[in-house]
């Protein structure tokens, strides 16, 4: 089966009218998604809110106006057609605005059958407060749970960005019978470049899927300056955003990364049936120990829980105020 990843930076400035913007990123990422059919991908998957800026840097609320519904809205529809006309699976992570249940705004990747038709949606289960990720100030925790999309392509998830530093959130995928799990992300240098390669790595090796690390490019600028609060001067700029999206395997392997500076289209060869071999090899699943961590998260998240500490008598005291 063959897997494609796209990464790619906006293309106007984020001052042009909003609707100027997402049209010029429809055009750039409609010649990489006809690009990667072309290629004769099975699945492709776009990079996190690839539609707009990554503007929640700002803590502006009118970058809301990006938010859009999950069928019917322009993003979505533009996905279904090009899906359809490729006979290929598309994960499009989009900024949805909920318009059942009073507009809310959401953090969701779309999960799009080859014949255009929306499988299913996931929302983003962990929300950063760290750095100049202000997205709590437009969204919160998504409330799907992990859900394997039963696919053309093979059973399929979405770990959207901040999602990867939760080992149990990689964990939550596997117990429901993913065999790749998609990583869409926009991160930043500054802040994430070091984990970026372990990361992705760890979860493929740790759960015996494949993992499709994929995050945007650039530097982009805002009009109006923003703080996060963390002693920084003020500053209109969030980035660079690293590229480098990569495809880990389960038994280790990966491919090389994208480039770090500029668009780009990563295709790969990946054989499932890796995910049974690897786990008839080393056996995670049949070693690992889920009634003991149930009983541990459980009464971890009691209120009278108490940590299972066995301390050495010859330590002083610790009432002892002498020390």
């Not at 995670?284 to 301390?311: G, H, K, N, V």
């Given at each position: ?219 982009e600028n805002f009009p109006n300056a923003f ?97």
């Open positions: 089966m063959k897997v494609a990843l796209i990464q790619h930076g906006i293309v106007l400035p984020t001052d042009a009218p909003f609707a100027e913007q997402r049209a010029a990123i429809h055009a750039r990422v409609s010649a990489l998604l006809d690009a990667a059919g072309a290629a004769g991908a099975d699945v492709v998957c776009l990079q996190e809110a690839w539609h707009l800026p990554f503007a929640f840097c700002t803590r502006e609320k009118h970058w809301c106006a990006f938010a859009e519904p999950v069928h019917g809205g322009p993003s979505t529809l533009l996905v279904q057609a090009l899906a359809r006309k490729h006979n290929m699976v598309v994960v499009s992570p989009i900024l949805e605005r909920d318009e059942s249940h009073g507009d809310v705004v959401w953090n969701t990747a779309v999960v799009v059958s080859g014949q255009g038709t929306v499988i299913g949606t996931h929302r983003k289960n962990h929300i950063p407060r760290v750095g100049d990720f202000n997205e709590s100030t437009y969204y919160m925790e998504g409330d799907t749970g992990h859900p394997v999309f039963e696919t053309a392509a093979g059973r399929i998830s979405v770990n959207i960005c901040y999602g990867r530093h939760h080992p149990l959130n990689w964990l939550g995928f596997a117990l429901n019978g993913a065999e790749i799990v998609f990583n869409p992300s926009a991160t930043v240098g500054a802040l994430s470049e070091p984990m970026w390669g372990v990361e992705a790595r760890n979860a493929a090796i740790a759960n015996s899927y494949f993992v499709c690390a994929i995050n945007r490019v650039g530097t703080t996060s609060g963390d002693g920084q001067p003020a500053h209109s700029a969030f980035g660079p955003f690293y590229g480098s999206s990569y495809v880990a395997a389960p038994d280790a392997s990966r491919t090389p990364s994208l480039a770090r500076h500029k668009d780009g289209l990563l295709l790969a060869e990946v054989d499932l049936n890796l995910c049974r071999q690897v786990k008839d090899h080393w056996g995670f699943q049949m070693t690992a120990r889920y009634p003991m961590y149930r009983d541990l998260l459980t009464r971890y998240c009691s209120a009278d829980f108490a940590a299972q500490t066995i301390r050495d008598p010859a330590l002083p005291d610790k009432t002892d105020s002498s020390f």
